[in-house]
């Protein structure tokens, strides 16, 4: 198991409310990442955050947005969720560096009805 | 367009028999290369990572994986085949520090 940790494990949403989703990263990674896993797909880069800056973003619309805090410790907030919003949401941590590899939580499955 | 192929859904092996779950990639400049493995209701583990260096990688649980910048792959592999190793296997691709691609995975069944 890793050190990553995300809540809560499932959430039920309407169409159009908001959800916050949590990360809390392994010991000594200062970098978090997010990731949108639909079912039977890979995992989409949603975005990147490294010392509480976000710096890398994938091909996701702004109701998508983040924070990581002093800790390390991160959220993904989604903003007028929609029914293709559903998915398994993974955050994973890593050192700084495009060449270290991440550590995955085990993911929050959100469901939008 | 920056992507990851993973041309197989399904690879099916015996156990004992040699694996190859296989990966291309079309990325510019020189990316970084992973495989992650992902159990059922679990989040995705790391296996091994080509940066640099040897074109064979060697990572966890016996896998290893060849890196050939000619061709755009990296192909996993094991010589001998569990039961175990049973799981979805997820190439993926940094080109940068600020992007990451996943393949959109292999489902590798062992049979006994």
């Known amino acids: 198991e890793t050190g990553v940790t995300q809540s809560p494990t499932h959430l039920i949403k309407t169409r159009g409310q908001q959800v916050t989703l949590r990360c809390s990263s392994q010991?000594?990674?200062?970098?978090v990442s997010w990731y949108q896993q639909a079912l039977g797909q890979g995992p989409q880069f949603i975005f990147q955050?490294?010392?509480?800056?976000?710096?890398g973003r994938g091909n996701f619309p702004p109701r998508f947005s983040g924070l990581q805090f002093p800790n390390y410790s991160s959220e993904l907030n989604v903003n007028a969720l929609e029914l293709d919003d559903s998915a398994l949401y993974l955050c994973?941590?890593?050192?700084?560096?495009?060449?270290?590899?991440?550590?995955f939580g085990p993911g929050t499955r959100l469901t939008v009805t | 367009a920056q992507s990851v192929a993973q041309p197989e859904d399904q690879v099916n092996v015996a156990e004992g028999n040699p694996l190859t779950v296989k990966c291309t990639y079309s990325?510019?400049?020189?990316?970084?290369l992973f495989w992650y493995v992902q159990y059922p209701n679990r989040g995705l583990q790391f296996l091994l990572k080509?940066?640099?260096?040897?074109?064979l990688v060697k990572g966890s649980y016996g896998f290893e994986a060849e890196f050939n910048k000619s061709q755009t792959s990296f192909h996993l592999k094991k010589p001998s085949a569990l039961v175990s190793d049973s799981a979805l296997y997820f190439c993926?691709?940094?080109?940068?520090?600020?992007?990451?691609?996943f393949g959109a995975g292999t489902r590798l069944t062992v049979k006994p």
């Open positions: 990325v510019s400049g020189n990316p970084y």
């Open positions: 955050y490294y010392r509480e800056e976000e710096n």
């Open positions: 993926a691709v940094r080109p940068n520090n600020n992007d990451m691609r």
């Open positions: 010991s000594g990674h200062n970098t």
């Open positions: 994973a941590s890593s050192l700084g560096g495009a060449g270290y590899e991440q550590y």
């Open positions: 080509y940066i640099t260096g040897d074109n």
